[in-house]
């Protein structure tokens, strides 16, 4: 009997296992899901397959595209380099010609200040000359002096002496310029309208009494510089050290020129017998000054330099951080509208 129960029992495990061999494939969410796993897992070691495949061509696109990156900042960095180093070159080509202009502007104003204070004066090649060369004995000198020069100098508006004269010596002054030519000559002053009047009774005049050239200035002979309190404080600063001083000029007439601002440079000159720190010396005879317009200084300076068709020139003052002002615009032979004022941000890299 326990034969035959063993026998019987495998015989059931045998028509199980067909039976369950017999069964139908999983329909249904059984079926997907043996179907997704099924091909989820060829595909991956298909796709892995090929990426190995395909993974040197792709490090080295992307090494390329970094390479490419990478020589195209260093060229480009290279080139504003470059650039740049030629920029600075040619801008201190151009410093360096307006240091010079605007020192041989002031070297004149001394020479005819040393002129008259010098009893046996020179010229400028150092030869002898007769004492009348003094450019303050006469106007006629004067005239001859500037005349020789002043087209050397371009950026010279005029070229004047100006006496210290006592109220009491005003009309012996006036007469020696009508004497010399100039009728109905008159001490002046300019009022806030422009109208030009005759200069107010004061203890000292300072007129620009000798004037070069004549022409354009005319209504600027005469004229009382101790009526305008900035230059008269600045012709009195010079007073205490004997050294030439730049001041800003703006014409009393209202002219207002093309481009920028005039400076006036003044030059104390004391008796040609006067020794330095000698406590007789009172003060200067006069002064001699200079009317020196930007734009005729600098314009011509630039003009001198094969400058770019396309370059605009902006010229700042440095006042060490201060102000940063602009002097003088030169606009390109192409510029045909208004300059566009630079960006704060990049004039404070141009003095960075």
Same mark, same amino acid.
């Given at each position: 009997?326990?034969?035959?129960? *063993?026998?019987?029992?495998?015989?059931?495990?045998?028509?199980?296992?067909?039976?369950?061999?017999?069964?139908?494939?999983?329909?249904?969410?059984?079926?997907?899901?043996?179907?997704?796993?099924?091909?989820?897992?060829?595909?991956?070691?298909?796709?892995?397959?090929?990426?190995?495949g395909?993974?040197?061509?792709?490090?080295v696109?992307?090494?390329?595209?970094?390479l490419?990156?990478?020589?195209?900042?260093?060229?480009?960095?290279l080139?504003?380099?470059?650039?740049?180093?030629?920029?600075?070159?040619?801008?201190? *080509?151009?410093?360096?010609?307006?240091?010079?202009a605007?020192?041989?502007?002031?070297?004149?104003?001394?020479?005819?200040?040393?002129?008259?204070?010098?009893?046996?004066?020179?010229?400028s090649?150092?030869?002898?000359?007769?004492?009348?060369?003094?450019?303050?004995?006469?106007?006629?000198?004067?005239?001859?002096?500037?005349?020789?020069?002043l087209?050397?100098?371009?950026?010279?508006?005029a070229?004047?002496?100006?006496?210290?004269?006592?109220?009491?010596?005003?009309?012996?002054?006036?007469?020696?310029?009508?004497?010399?030519? %100039?009728?109905?000559?008159?001490?002046?002053?300019?009022?806030?309208?422009?109208?030009?009047?005759?200069?107010?009774?004061?203890?000292? *005049?300072?007129?620009?009494?000798?004037l070069?050239?004549?022409?354009?200035?005319?209504?600027?002979?005469?004229?009382? %510089?101790?009526?305008?309190?900035?230059?008269?404080?600045? %012709?009195?600063?010079?007073?205490?050290?004997?050294?030439?001083?730049?001041v800003?000029?703006?014409?009393p007439?209202?002219?207002d020129?093309?481009?920028?601002?005039?400076?006036?440079?003044?030059?104390?000159?004391?008796?040609?017998?006067?020794?330095?720190?000698?406590?007789?010396?009172?003060?200067?005879?006069?002064?001699?000054?200079?009317?020196?317009?930007?734009?005729?200084?600098?314009?011509?300076?630039?003009?001198?330099?094969?400058?770019?068709?396309?370059?605009?020139?902006?010229?700042?003052?440095?006042?060490?951080?201060?102000?940063?002002?602009?002097?003088h615009?030169?606009?390109?032979?192409?510029?045909?509208?208004?300059?566009?004022?630079?960006?704060?941000?990049?004039?404070?890299?141009?003095?960075?």
């Amino acid at each position: 009997m326990g034969g035959s129960t *063993h026998t019987e029992a495998k015989q059931g495990q045998k028509r199980f296992a067909a039976e369950t061999s017999r069964q139908p494939p999983p329909s249904g969410i059984g079926r997907l899901f043996a179907t997704v796993g099924r091909g989820h897992s060829g595909q991956s070691a298909n796709g892995t397959s090929r990426l190995r495949g395909r993974l040197p061509a792709v490090i080295v696109l992307f090494v390329g595209i970094g390479l490419t990156a990478a020589a195209f900042h260093v060229t480009r960095d290279l080139f504003r380099s470059v650039v740049e180093q030629e920029f600075d070159r040619q801008a201190s *080509h151009y410093v360096l010609a307006l240091h010079k202009a605007t020192d041989r502007h002031l070297e004149l104003v001394n020479m005819a200040a040393g002129l008259s204070s010098d009893p046996n004066p020179v010229d400028s090649l150092s030869n002898p000359v007769d004492s009348r060369s003094n450019p303050v004995d006469s106007r006629w000198d004067f005239y001859r002096f500037a005349k020789d020069r002043l087209a050397y100098y371009p950026g010279f508006q005029a070229l004047g002496w100006v006496p210290i004269v006592p109220e009491s010596e005003r009309e012996a002054y006036i007469r020696r310029a009508e004497a010399d030519g %100039l009728r109905g000559f008159a001490f002046t002053e300019i009022t806030g309208t422009s109208a030009v009047v005759p200069a107010a009774k004061r203890r000292h *005049h300072l007129p620009l009494y000798f004037l070069d050239p004549y022409k354009g200035n005319e209504g600027l002979l005469g004229l009382d %510089l101790a009526s305008i309190p900035g230059i008269r404080a600045a %012709l009195q600063r010079t007073n205490r050290d004997g050294r030439l001083h730049v001041v800003e000029w703006k014409d009393p007439r209202g002219q207002d020129y093309q481009n920028g601002k005039s400076l006036l440079l003044v030059q104390p000159v004391f008796a040609a017998d006067a020794a330095l720190g000698s406590e007789e010396i009172t003060g200067p005879e006069g002064y001699i000054v200079g009317m020196v317009r930007l734009d005729l200084l600098f314009g011509t300076t630039l003009r001198e330099f094969t400058t770019p068709a396309w370059l605009d020139t902006y010229l700042y003052s440095d006042n060490g951080g201060i102000s940063d002002e602009l002097v003088h615009v030169e606009p390109s032979v192409l510029r045909t509208g208004d300059m566009p004022a630079p960006a704060d941000e990049e004039i404070d890299a141009g003095f960075a």
